[in-house]
């Protein structure tokens, strides 16, 4: 079941957007529209849909489309056209009031500059969304500890912002959009201005803190490394535009067009490919000689260098659904 669904959703930026919107033709490229109209063509024509549970990455370079257009999605940014629906709910068509409870106890965000109160201490930071909710004070306090904890951050409860870590703070904003408990996490860039090392520990914590709450998390990055590692899903966009939405491994194995190619270009296969990515049709293999769907490439290279032989590719259920041999697997890892 989808728990967010986008339809046609168009944003531009200037006086008469629906004038342009309306007269745009098809191939005018996005420098057209500002060189002809003066107007900035921002997300054009994006349609997906998220599923509950899921962590679905939308990435592309600077000025892509990729931040306006989750914004659109709690409308922080008005759409100029186009549909929004959370749990089959439109909120394009909502008022002030029902966007105002969408936003405190559906939606939460994290941004890539913490966005923390210099004069309040951590737990009081955490503990803001349910303040804005109207919670009692020790209730919200208790909650934020909790929170704190699950995050790795007990102990710094009583602590202000600038006493703590680049990582830290990062943390502390993390735990304020868990703490009212939210169905669907929107993260712009959390962690790029972070160290790199910090930030991988990031990565891992969101994963982690993933597994215990399925939370539906909408993560925004211009990395695609950290896109490959986060995303069950990954939307490239460019110019406003999604020119390729798959899987990981769907992206890395079958890049659409030379702008997703020059992103995998650098990107370990081995890691991220699996059998399922690059078998062939079943051709007669049988479970005698098998591996599952999920090895990686990077597993699979001692198997198939000692066995030159047919390997079947097995489903959850045991069944073939596929057959490698040496030679795919090798021009698999070659074509990187």
């Known amino acids: 079941m989808s728990k967010v669904e986008l339809h046609h959703i168009w944003k531009i930026f200037g006086p008469n957007p629906q004038y342009v919107m309306e007269s745009l033709e098809k191939s005018a490229s996005r420098a057209d529209v500002l060189s002809q109209t003066g107007h900035v063509l921002a997300v054009r024509d994006v349609s997906l849909a998220v599923g509950e549970g899921e962590i679905f990455v939308v990435m592309g370079l600077s000025g892509s489309g990729k931040s306006t257009l989750v914004r659109c999605l709690s409308r922080l940014i008005e759409p100029t056209a186009g549909k929004v629906l ?10 002030e009031a029902a966007l105002r409870e969408l936003r405190r106890h559906k939606v939460s965000m994290v941004f890539q500059r913490f966005g923390l109160f210099p004069h309040r201490r951590v737990v009081d930071n955490v503990a803001y969304g349910l303040e804005v909710q109207g919670v009692e004070t020790a209730v919200r306090l208790a909650k934020a500890e909790q929170v704190l904890q699950l995050v790795g951050l007990n102990g710094w409860e009583h602590h202000f912002p600038h006493e703590l870590s680049g990582g830290m703070q990062q943390r502390v904003g993390l735990a304020r959009a868990l703490a009212v408990d939210p169905e669907i996490m929107l993260c712009d ?3 790029s201005a972070l160290d790199p090392l910090i930030r991988r520990d ?11 709450l399925h939370k539906t998390i909408i993560f925004i990055t211009h990395d695609f490394l950290e896109a490959l590692k986060l995303g069950d899903r990954i939307a490239i966009m460019k110019d406003g535009e999604i020119v390729q939405l798959g899987t990981p491994e769907e992206i890395v194995a079958r890049p659409v067009n030379d702008y997703v190619r020059e992103f995998t270009r650098d990107v370990p296969r081995a890691k991220v490919l699996t059998a399922a990515a690059v078998m062939n049709p079943a051709d007669g293999a ?23 032989g047919l390997l079947a590719v097995l489903d ?14 090798l021009l698999a890892l070659a074509e990187g």
């Open 189 to 191: 860039e959390p962690f």
């Open 286 to 308: 049988t479970a005698e000689q098998s591996v599952t769907a999920e090895t990686t490439l990077e597993a699979l290279i001692p198997r198939v260098l000692s066995y030159d």
């Open 86 to 95: 959370i749990n089959g709910e439109d909120v394009t068509a909502m008022d």
């Open 202 to 212: 990031m990565q891992n914590e969101l994963l982690h803190l993933q597994q215990t």
């Open 316 to 329: 959850e259920a045991g069944t073939v659904i596929g057959s490698l041999d040496r030679r795919t697997v």
